[in-house]
């Protein structure tokens, strides 16, 4: 069909600013600025679709940096397939570089593309990911308004390789091999090296620059491959877009594609509540097990579901369509692979097939193709076995995330997939009740207070310590700290104990291996029971029954509680004084709690009143 003669279900609501023949004068201050740098009547009143591009690169976020470039081909489809693309700027989120933490800016990035989108005379909308919270971002934002949208990622960067050397052939000559190094979970272990002496400061920069050898975002299966895979099982990004390497050809193809789909989704009208149902999330879900994902991507699908009203999505779903899942993709920090294998090895479109194949998820659902699932993936297969493992033959069994309960809090979770067996052999097999041990808590509040403590020797710690963190929560930190994977004492990572069990009210990198409790729900500065906790309490973690209990008596606790001094919090800038009066705890996604509900906005208020 030709562009003149396409109609769209619904006329664009860039006519409202553009083409409004009863309110000239403002059409008239609307349309002429967009002269400026170029733009015609012609075009701005031809009845195409204003395609909007929600760019999240920047300097600041050196993640997506390459959609500026991107973009272009972005908009060369868009263009080829009749319609006009604008592309500006979202508020910038980078992971490692912001302080706080970048937490805090997911929900502000949200509101502020809420606030464009509904602004401005914008139709549809790529949104440009990567970085860990640019995709939920940007999704939240388009599901508030229920405008039609696509997920664009940026793609992991390529692998990391670090040369090795070892003893190799007959002649015993020294061989260089290389081995992989993942992205954040470099680092992780990295610092492991610095605390043993074997890197000294240079030397832990060096090593940990040579996890970053290209464009692209994390390529271990941290939180941003993950939201993003996890994306296209939502059927948000057009089929094999999450796991493209940055810098590949099919990355810049895709981008084409993208701009193209996006322009017929304007005219179709196909918007995010055409897609998204409760069942696409518990495929999300599942699949979240599957790749070994990060669990920051829990926080985050519990945000898309609230934001989408009337999905329901809760950590009991976690635990009952997540847990029992096996782990099948090899990627870091819970396998040993990178983006680009797991690109190789057919993406997600080959991991869905294999899970529609075998009953796990539900093919059915909608995507932004207009098709089911399945039908998106006919066509890919798994190409290596050791990337993407047969279900019946799993990475690991029953890998999902264990959800935790406890007499100090409601809810927590525990990464099974990232349980190494030294820690499984060290804590969880006693005979009589294999998966529970008990742990003499360390408590610290604060990352400042554990740096300041965690070597002191009158803390003792040893083996048998679990070691805890809090007021590191949403509404503590401000925004929530990746912060629980704690280092043990320098003194025992020396000796080779690397890992000691540990909790806290904060996040983790998705990126760490650590099979830490996180994200104690509510948080010590929500008044939870976390603030209770005393170095020397005894806790009991029972993987099994999902507890965590502190093994105080009750009256003991509400004598605690009648003596707890509250801990002041300061607000270094306005936002974070809006963000903590108004968040939600991380089991319900850390959203903004609005007094109205904001059902999507564009059904009831498609757009704001005239200015001038
Ligand atoms: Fe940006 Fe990992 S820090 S993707
Ligand atoms: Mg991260």
Excluded at 295 to 300: G, Q, R
């Amino acid at each position: 069909m030709s562009d003149s003669t396409k109609k769209s279900v619904r006329p664009f609501r860039s006519a409202r600013w553009f083409d409004d023949k009863a309110h000239a004068d403002h059409t008239a201050l609307y349309l002429e600025r967009y002269f400026n740098f170029g733009l015609t009547r012609e075009e701005l009143q031809s009845g195409k679709p204003i395609i909007g591009i929600a760019q999240t690169g920047s300097d600041l976020t050196p993640c997506n940096r390459h959609h500026k470039d991107l973009a272009q081909r972005v908009k060369d489809g868009i263009r080829d397939a009749g319609g006009i693309p604008m592309e500006f700027p979202v508020h910038p989120i980078f992971e490692q570089g912001r302080r706080p933490t970048a937490a805090l800016d997911r929900n502000l990035a949200t509101l502020g593309l809420i606030e464009t989108l509904h602004g401005y005379p914008i139709d549809a909308v790529v949104l440009t990911t990567g970085c860990d919270k640019t995709t939920p971002a940007t999704l939240m934002a388009a599901l508030q308004l229920d405008l039609p949208a696509i997920v664009y990622s940026g793609g992991p960067m390529l692998n990391g390789w670090k040369p090795v050397s070892c003893e190799g052939d007959a002649d015993s000559k020294k061989q260089e091999h290389e081995e992989r190094v993942g992205s954040g979970t470099a680092i992780w272990q990295n610092r492991e090296r610095l605390a043993k002496g074997e890197l000294d400061y240079a030397g832990f920069m060096d090593a940990s620059a040579e996890s970053v050898p290209s464009v692209g975002h994390c390529n271990t299966m941290g939180t941003a491959l993950s939201m993003n895979s996890l994306a296209e099982v939502l059927g948000m990004s057009l089929p094999g877009c999450a796991a493209i390497p940055a810098p590949y050809k099919e990355r810049s193809q895709m981008g084409y594609h993208t701009g193209r789909r996006i322009v017929e989704m304007a005219f179709e009208d196909l918007k995010p509540s055409d897609i998204l149902t409760r069942q696409s999330f518990i495929n999300a879900v599942v699949a979240c097990s599957a790749l070994g994902g990060s669990t920051n991507a829990l926080v985050h699908l519990l945000a898309l579901a609230r934001t989408l009203k009337g999905v329901e999505l809760s950590m009991d779903d976690w635990q009952q369509y997540g847990e029992d899942i096996p782990l099948l993709v090899n990627c870091m920090p819970a396998g040993k692979y990178l983006g680009e294998e797991f690109y190789r090895a057919g993406g997600v479109p080959a991991l869905l097939q294999q899970l529609i194949a075998d009953d796990l998820i539900d093919g059915s659902q909608n995507t932004v193709t207009g098709q089911s699932i399945a039908h998106n993936c006919e066509g890919f297969q798994v190409r290596n076995r050791d990337v993407i493992f047969p279900t019946e033959k799993p990475l690991m069994e029953k890998a999902g995330f264990a959800i935790m309960r406890g007499n100090f809090f409601d809810s927590g979770l525990m990464k099974k997939s990232v349980i190494t067996d030294a820690f499984r052999e060290k804590y969880l097999s006693h005979p009589d009740h294999p998966q529970c041990f008990t742990a003499r808590a360390i408590v610290f509040d604060g990352p400042e207070d554990y740096r300041a403590r965690i070597d002191d020797p009158t803390l003792d710690i040893d083996e048998q310590c679990i070691l805890a963190i809090r007021n590191v929560g949403p509404i503590g930190y401000p925004g929530s700290a990746e912060v629980v994977n704690m280092l043990p004492p320098k003194r025992l990572v020396k000796q080779g104990i690397t890992c000691l069990p540990t909790l806290g009210d904060g996040r983790q990198s998705g990126t760490s291996g650590s099979p830490s409790i996180l994200h104690i729900a509510p948080e010590a500065a929500a008044g939870g029971g976390i603030a209770l906790l005393k170095t020397g309490d005894r806790i009991r973690v029972d993987i099994a029954n999902h507890r965590v209990d502190v093994l105080v008596s009750d009256a003991e606790l509400a004598e605690r509680r009648n003596a707890l001094q509250v801990q002041p919090l300061v607000n270094q800038t306005p936002w974070q004084e809006i963000y903590r009066n108004s968040v939600s705890q991380l089991d319900t996604g850390a959203v903004l709690e609005t007094e109205e509900e904001y059902v999507r906005i564009l059904d009831e208020h498609p757009v704001g009143r005239h200015s001038h």
